[in-house]
Nanobody, 125 residues
Framework: QVQLVESGGGLVQAGGSLRLSCAAS????????MGWFRQAPGKERNIVAA????????YYVDSVKGRFTISRDNAKNTVYLQMNSLKPEDTAVYYC??????????????????WGQGTQVTVSS
């Protein structure tokens, strides 16, 4: 299985931007579909965005459409989440994950077999 390490989280004011990165190692990155999930305290872990192995298809949860962009660089074994116009409700731990069904968009946690350790994003009002 692939190992994943997220970076780029932090504290930002509402309206600000952050770019999360997720570096993969130990597997063939271009075979995997990738997803970004988030989990707020006391809440379930839910999909934020997903991307297929070539980047041809992407998915966004309605609450982040138009503000977040998922992308990947298979040459660098890295997936990104550009987050703009951040809101306090975006505060959560953000996780990247890899799915073996790289040709399809996967939105459920059970479809992913590898997870990073998470990175905290805090948006102040």
């Amino acid at each position: 299985q692939v190992q994943l390490v997220e970076s780029g989280g932090g504290l930002v004011q509402a309206g600000g931007s952050l770019r999360l990165s997720c570096a993969a190692s130990g597997g063939t990155f271009s075979n995997y579909g990738m997803g970004w999930f988030r989990q707020a305290p006391g809440k379930e872990r839910n999909i934020v965005a997903a991307i297929t192995w070539t980047g041809a298809m992407t998915y966004y949860v309605d609450s982040v459409k138009g503000r977040f962009t998922i992308s990947r660089d298979n040459a660098k074994n890295t997936v990104y989440l550009q987050m703009n116009s951040l809101k306090p409700e975006d505060t959560a731990v953000y996780y990247c994950a890899a799915s073996p069904t790289g040709w399809a968009i996967s939105i459920w946690t059970t479809q992913y077999h590898s997870w990073g350790q998470g990175t905290q994003v805090t948006v102040s009002s």
